[in-house]
């Protein structure tokens, strides 16, 4: 499966990204989650395919985010989801 995706970020919460489709754009994301995430910031737009490469997310589980619900909220890594990230990056350890 390959989606044209824009990516925004959150005016109000660091490191909180939302995911949609360009075609549908913020159409499928509930008022409430608008409504505390803020004034979405167009930070991108890609092209997104199960093989496509994510710093954070498993881009499987956002094209079917995606699908389903009409968005993917990325939200930061806690300290120990951090640490576990640069764990398995790391080789020599």
Known sequence: MK???CVY??????AVYLYVDKEEGLARVPEALLKKFGEPELVMIMALSEEKKLAQADPVKVLKAIEE???YLQMPLTPEQYMMQLRNQNTKL
């Open 9 to 14: 970020k959150s005016p109000r919460e660091e």
């Open 3 to 5: 989606k044209l995706c």
């Open 69 to 71: 619900q009409g968005f």
